[in-house]
């Protein structure tokens, strides 16, 4: 009788090893599956020549307003799109490479693209996230301080206002940073209460969700009219028209 127990303790000994042996393959397998998955999920997301796609006519588009491609819209990544995505690269002092990764998304506020890249899904900004008095007075600010400047430049402005807002030395609340005192020439001048156009309203949104063609700058001035030293001793981050943003 001890003889049958024994053997049949052994057998279920190997049942149960086999099955947890199987289990482990099954979730190694499985684990490799999600890894590759994603994998694949980033490279895909990764843009180059002969890429095909939504996220490529997004690009097109993007680039096609602000002057840097003048092909068709069609999510069809060819030389065009190549050459007018370096031009892009090389005026925002990225690698000219004509890839379309993780920095050249950030830089064009394609910021879906970004997270997925940058594995962060879950804190994107966006302009959902604002009132429609905050995207007004937002796109105010913009087209005061910067309506003769470039897309770019005005997106650049917006950024500044989000970055403050993000910044403990800064107020915590869209109107506080552009109403506090000595911030904004445009709000002491009175042309904060134009009323701003389209182009203003599309630059306020791209700030909000995210585009930051300062790279985190907290500061900008022109320097053929700032009268303020103290405003030079800024560590300067980038130049856009007629503006430099410093931190």
Do not use: C
């Amino acid at each position: 009788m001890k003889k049958y127990l024994a053997i049949g303790a052994l057998t279920l000994a190997l049942t149960a090893s086999a099955a947890a042996s199987v289990t482990a393959i099954a979730v190694n397998a499985g684990r490799d599956t999600a890894e590759t998955a994603i994998e694949l999920s980033v490279e895909a997301a990764v843009l180059r020549q002969g890429s095909r796609g939504g996220e490529v006519k997004e690009v097109q588009r993007r680039l096609k307003q602000w002057g840097y491609y003048s092909g068709a819209v069609d999510g069809i990544f060819g030389s065009g799109t190549k050459k007018a995505v370096i031009s892009f690269q090389k005026k925002n002092g990225l690698t000219a490479d004509g890839i379309v990764g993780k920095a050249t998304y950030a830089a064009l506020g394609m910021n879906d693209s970004y997270n997925v890249l940058d594995g962060n899904k879950n804190n994107k900004p966006s302009s959902s996230n604002y009132s429609s008095s905050d995207v007004y007075l937002m796109a105010k600010a913009i087209y005061a301080e910067g309506r003769g400047e470039s897309y770019t430049g005005q997106v650049a402005i917006g950024a500044v206002i989000m970055n403050r807002l993000r910044s403990p030395s800064f107020p915590n609340t869209i109107s506080g940073v552009i109403y506090q005192k000595g911030a904004f020439t445009a709000v002491a001048d009175g042309q904060i209460n134009l009323e701003p156009n389209q182009t203003a309203y599309n630059a306020a949104r791209d700030a909000m969700n995210g585009w930051d063609p300062t790279y985190g700058a907290l500061y900008y001035y022109n320097p053929a009219k700032a009268t303020s030293a103290w405003i030079f001793s800024r560590q300067t981050v980038t130049t856009i028209g007629k503006h430099v943003f410093a931190i």
